[in-house]
């Protein structure tokens, strides 16, 4: 085979001289072509040849204008070489590795991961609240609660409360930036009930510094997620964000697993990226009002979960604390709606209790996460006219996980035991669990 090097833009190959001598094919045009550092990849096609194997040639800076590519095809006696069976695809002639038909470069490694060392673990800080008993800073927080039972009232007063740095019901709040995403019902919230709260207040017109976002979002989309953390970067500095509703910040369903983990992870970019608070607003299930409707790996992802109760005919409501990770699971607070501006304002009233009963003891949380924890790790179906059309588990996993959680306090097994029986007798008389040939699941999940 002979090769011959030129610079000119009509650059000509032997293709052999198998029947057709030395005969040469003029190369009509750079087909493909691409920079890699200082080297450039050159995928030409010939008359005669159908495909060929062109390797990665340097050029280091050198330019011809006369060549169609702006580059000089300056081989430096590597050859190029022709088949006429092969399909056009690049190698590299001196590393040995081969990239595929996208002639696609190595992408960048990855940074080193950070692993903390045991001083580095017990020097972590401490969590801080943005709302005393109610949202921790950087962390997130989910309100749920049926419809027309003042969630929306609530979440403007908790977060106008961090607007302004006024304490939220007699609980110390660190002030911050304040965004409201408001994926229904925009327009009454930006122009009523935002302003109403800011007038029963007496809040100054130059201390009215919430922002709203009043429209839809797909935080499961990370294009979405993007946006939002430039748009809150142009502003200034957010400490809690408020998406009401949940339904409405997702391109995928609710119920869907896919959705649900694309969903947790552009929340978390936004804690990381923002250093802001996540309070999202839900509805609960169809069936009961002691869970949001969403799907397991959602409701397992907030690091504080707060249950709205509320009877629009007594205007009244009642926020209880469900759950906080790292803090005591405890907490109520009633409230009376008091009309203000054309919208309505929550008024704090010790008198107002909570209307269904439903509040749970402190062991009794504690299993009920520990249920939830089994159910995602354990969890499983079955088929038959006995069985719910939901996620089941083993009474053993639950017990396993109401041990780690600690609902006896005890390190005898015999007290975990009884601690775990009395926990599992008294939800089951709620009508929160149900148990059947060794299973347990949520009442409401059926």
Known sequence: MTTRRTTSPRLRASTGTG????????????????????????????????????????????????????????YEGRQMNYSHTDPIVARMDDSNRSYGPELAAPKPARPGLHVLTYAEMEAMPEPEWLVEGIIQKRSTALMFGKSNSFK???????????????????????????????TEGANGVGRLRIPAWYQHHAVSEEDRQAFLYPQEICLDSPDDVTALIAAMNIRGNFALVILDIFGGSMKGSEIE????????????RILRETGASVLTVAHTGWQDDTRARMHTHFWGSFDSRLRMEGDKDALTGTLTVERHKDADSTGSWGFRMTAAGGSLVPVLDADVKSSKGRNLTVRQRIAMQALDEALQQHGTRKTGP????????????????????????????????KAFNRSRDSLIDRGVI?????????CFDD
């Open 19 to 74: 029947g057709r001598g030395d005969e040469r094919a003029p190369i009509r045009s750079c087909r493909r072509r691409r920079c890699l550092g200082n080297r450039l990849l050159v995928v030409c096609a010939t008359a005669a040849a159908a495909g060929a194997r062109a390797k990665i040639q340097d050029f280091r800076g050198r330019r011809d204008a006369s060549h169609p590519c702006g580059l000089r095809c300056d």
């Open 257 to 268: 697993d896919k959705t649900a983990r694309a969903w947790v992870h552009g929340i978390q």
């Open 386 to 417: 006995d069985w719910p059309p939901c996620n089941i588990v083993l009474l053993d996993h639950w017990r396993e996980c109401c041990d780690r959680h600690g609902v006896s306090g005890s390190d005898k097994a015999d007290s975990r035991l």
């Open 434 to 442: 149900r148990i059947y040939d060794g299973y347990v699941w949520r």
């Open 152 to 182: 929306s009232f609530l979440a403007i007063d908790i977060g106008l409360s961090v607007d302004t740095g006024r304490d939220w019901h007699g609980n110390a709040v660190d002030a911050g930036g304040v965004l409201f995403v408001a």
